[in-house]
């Protein structure tokens, strides 16, 4: 039980390593900026380096400035850099001490074979963890808003949170209801797989044959296997949301979308004399109906 938590906690730790540079482009500073004339030196090295290291660390003794997604990225590895960052220093011993107690309190009690005090300190710490992170994104105050890096550790963090950050509210039952109702799927579908496995594994033929047992198996590890599916592409899905809509939140559409229809005079003649209008070569003008459209 204590190897599958800390299992857990590792794959949730490489899912936001690994969902950093599938958002590189999102956190780009100059990515909706139209400039494609020549870029200066500085420019291009923050918008070519994933991350620099010695630029994070200069920005933690408040020698330079980085933007939020830089900031987090150093502070999945580097705990607690957030909070340096944002001068919030009175946090810092909760959130070692948080996560200290936590890993220490599951070896503890893991060496002396208590597998649920051991996985619930361990949890603890994953918790302590997780909202350092979250503490860290809060408390950064961008000069923009709605803020596109702000808005996607927000979704990363929190299904969710990056649409009520964008005042989307509204989006929220959608996106819930596709993460939470295919996670729910996705339990249910494990369980009968898991049954129907062990079946037939067994060979007990008491209730079912093994041809049967093995059918319902591959069948529940399908559905399984497709309710996760939709469970990550809703969480992805979200997170796109919460960061596109807003880079597009300052996005002007005209109200003045107007159709004017007017009558027309229409030339039968090119002006090399052929004709395409009437059919006959300088024929008179003719009357007709234009239609423009205004957005």
Known sequence: MRLKTVRILLICGLALLLSKPCCLAQFKDEAFSQNYGDVDGEQADT???IFDVKKYFHALGHKTTMNVATSFEGSLVCVGGMQIYNKDYWKLPIVYGGITAGIGGGIYYGSQGNSKASTLCYLGAGLTYWATLM????????NDWPNPQKAT???LLLPGLGQIYNHEIWKLPIYWGVIIGSGCYYLKF??????????????DTTYISTETAKYYK??????RDYALLFTVAGYLLQVIDANVFAYMHDFEISDD??????PTLISPTLPTGNSYALG?????????????LKF
Do not use: C, H, Q, W
């Not at 494990?190 to 060979?203: H, L, Q, V």
């Not at 979308?257 to 007017?262: G, L």
């Not at 006959?280 to 423009?292: D, M, W």
């Open 47 to 49: 918008t070519g380096k």
């Open 135 to 142: 503490d860290g994104v809060i408390s950064y105050e961008p």
């Open 153 to 155: 550790l927000y979704s």
């Open 190 to 203: 494990k369980e009968n797989f898991e049954r129907f496995r062990a079946i037939y594994n067994s060979g």
């Open 218 to 223: 591959d069948i529940y590890r399908r559905y």
């Open 257 to 262: 979308i107007t159709m004017r229809v007017s």
């Open 280 to 292: 006959v070569g300088n024929a008179a003008p003719a009357l007709g109906v234009g239609l423009s």
